[in-house]
């Protein structure tokens, strides 16, 4: 294996990706990462580079850490972020019953770039996340019931830790996140469709 194909793959991205990256057509970048023909130094280093730029720039941060590195204050990405104006990731674990956002360098710099302090025509709000029932466990029993799911595979569909925590929320010892009440509904509207 090429180290240009070993560079590609251990940055998870596809040969167009990276011949974009390197500014170089797509057969040629094929050709050097199948190892039909060997590559330039000099392209070698620049996809080194590019490949840890990339990794750098795609790494999902908490607000709090990426408002220090972009000089911003984290009232002004958490209302961005509320607003649909900056591209989140929601963790699956919840921080005082709020789900963590996490964001890249990239969708913080475009943020800055387009967003930061302009108030007039900003983006029309994005859905929030759901308020979860006061009902939530016969709600979770019902779907499991008509899903026929055991609830190590109920957890499994929804991405919880353990089938221990299916059971939390059933006996009612622990109420799902938000995000988690999502994938739910999510779940439940796939099988009622």
Known sequence: MSEMCELR?????????????????????????????????SALHRA????????RQTELLPLSRLATELGTHVRALQAAARTGRLEVRFSTRSVFGRPLRLATRAAGAQFKRTQYRRFAGQAVCAARLPSVPADYDQQLKRLRCRLRLTRERLARRVGAA????????????????????????????????
């Not at 080194?48 to 730029?53: F, H, K």
């Not at 925590?165 to 469709?193: C, D, H, M, N």
């Open 9 to 41: 793959r251990s940055s998870d991205l596809l040969p167009r990706e990276c011949a974009a990256l390197l500014d170089v057509p797509v057969e040629t970048f094929r050709a050097w990462d199948s190892g039909r023909r060997s590559v330039p130094v």
């Open 48 to 55: 080194r580079q590019a490949v840890a730029e990339h990794a």
């Open 162 to 193: 353990r089938m221990a925590v299916v059971y939390q929320w059933e006996a009612r010892k622990r109420t799902p996140s938000p995000v988690f009440w999502q994938r739910i509904q999510a779940l439940s509207r796939g099988v009622g469709a």
